[in-house]
DNA sequence: CGAATTTGACCGGCGC
DNA sequence: GCGCCGGTCAAATTCG
């Protein structure tokens, strides 16, 4: 009976594309260890027995070839299984690190918005500014029940006027994050506050026209462009083609001083997966607001002021490396300008005169165990996506790796490897 | 001819 | 209230 459901299963496996049959080529070695002693007894060799069975041939005596058949079938039954398992949980890490990063923008605006007593750090920081938050922040209690005015600005944005008010977001976010570790989804309504936040909290990269940073893998639909006071250079206005109503907008302009230098800053999260060539961006930024956070939530809890300039080590290939962070307390939005165009020599200089907060990106020089003790704080989720990264970039780099992660990564699971295809995205980037 | 870009008009926030 | 300014819209234009 047993055998029987069995042979049902294979038959509708079996129909798969052949494509399907080129990976279980791959997995002998596997299907060896799962085979019954008798047909090991029973033909000249296990393994060419596997073969010709993978083969559909008809070679073998009619009972042994049917238990093989019934056991392959069983072995692409649980492949397909574990398949499913495989993408589901990619699912589930995309979203765990999209409602990382979100959380961690909305924690760094509500703890830059309580930042009146410590300002007189930030470069603009005055008497005069300690009565006001230094940063809008998104009013959390009317969500439910916005006002008519409320429902006039673009942003619904609103100031925040008392500590009650900071202390009910921060619970809020302290909330959602607990809801992430339990796997729940969060409700449609919380989705948009974040979305509209983290627009609201800007990377800006300063880098000199050569560098790969002005490619960044996505699509971009020009929407408008002006000419910004103090600067004679348009500025240009970009949004996110990439996805449907992708919130994520772009400014590009020419430095005025030096107009071999370009200013491009971005705004908010993708609300679609985004290619491997946009990846380095894509954490380039996200790694520039957790940084800050990381900083400001250290000085933070030790009452130290926090510091709006600190050396900041990217993802990116040398010789680009490192930049110089520096934090724009904006009334409208923060904005964290990272500056690639200063030699490597400057960073020395930096580091000796101004003793900035120094923090690596946690991924830099694939000494992935040991740089994740930067942040032991970071989700497990979060580390083995950036992991992915760290691996496409090694990929990249030595095109030897490639041919080993392919059959590594064959052993694993029925993707073709080809489809990713790693190399080329990063290559097309670079 | 459809998609992408350009460009002037418009809107909202902010300071005076 | 007014003007300035940054950002966005949308019709016109250009491009492939």
Not at 160 to 185: D, K, P, Q, T, V
Not at 195 to 208: G, K, L, P, T, Y
Request: net charge neutral; with cysteine.
């Amino acid at each position: 009976m047993e055998e029987k459901t069995s042979t049902k299963i294979f038959m509708e496996v079996d129909e798969r594309p052949s494509s399907s049959y080129e990976h279980g080529k791959n997995r002998d070695s596997e299907s060896k260890t799962y085979e019954p002693s008798s047909l090991h007894n029973n033909t000249p060799g296990s393994s060419l027995l596997l073969s010709l069975s993978l083969n559909n041939t008809t070679q073998l005596p009619h009972q042994t070839q049917g238990k093989s058949q019934i056991h392959i079938g069983r072995l692409r039954v649980k492949l397909e299984e574990e398949k499913k398992e495989n993408e589901n949980l990619k699912v589930m890490i995309n979203l765990v690190n999209e409602r990382c990063i979100v959380l961690q923008n909305r924690l760094l605006l509500h703890q830059l918005s309580s930042l009146p007593q410590n300002n007189h750090n930030l470069p603009n920081g005055n008497i005069q500014d300690e009565e006001k938050p230094v940063f809008p922040t998104r009013q959390l209690l009317n969500i439910d029940e916005p006002s008519a005015s409320d429902c006039s600005k673009r942003e619904g944005f609103a100031s925040l006027e008392n500590n009650e008010n900071i202390n009910i977001g921060r619970n809020f976010a302290y909330e959602c994050f607990n809801s992430i570790h339990e796997g729940e989804i969060i409700s449609k309504k919380e989705d948009q506050v974040y979305e509209v936040e983290c627009r609201r909290a800007r990377v800006s990269i300063r880098a000199r026209s050569d560098f790969s940073l002005m490619v960044d893998g996505c699509q971009w639909r020009k929407y408008g462009q002006k000419t910004a006071k103090g600067n004679p250079c348009p500025r240009a206005y970009y949004r996110c083609s990439m996805g449907t109503s992708c919130p994520v907008r772009k400014q590009v302009q020419r430095c005025f001083k030096d107009e071999s230098v370009f200013i491009t800053t971005y705004e908010g999260n993708h609300n679609h997966q985004l290619p491997p060539a946009a990846k380095p961006i894509a954490n380039l930024t996200s790694s520039a607001l957790n940084t800050f956070l990381s900083n400001s939530t250290t000085n933070l809890q030790y009452g130290n002021s926090i510091s709006n300039t600190f050396l900041f080590s990217s993802p990116l290939s040398p010789p680009n490396s490192n930049a110089i962070a520096t934090l724009s307390p904006s009334p409208t939005c923060p904005t964290i300008t990272l500056d690639f165009t200063l030699p490597p020599s400057n960073y020395l200089q930096f580091k000796n005169h101004k003793q900035p907060s120094l923090f690596s990106f946690p991924f830099q020089g694939y000494s992935y165990p040991q740089s994740f003790e930067v942040f032991p704080n970071m989700i497990n989720n979060e580390r083995k996506l950036a992991l992915v990264d760290v691996v496409s970039e090694a990929i990249a780099k030595d095109p030897s790796l490639k041919a080993t992660l392919f059959a590594a990564m064959s052993s694993f699971t029925n993707e073709d490897p080809l489809n990713i295809n790693i190399h080329s995205e990063l290559s097309k980037s670079a």
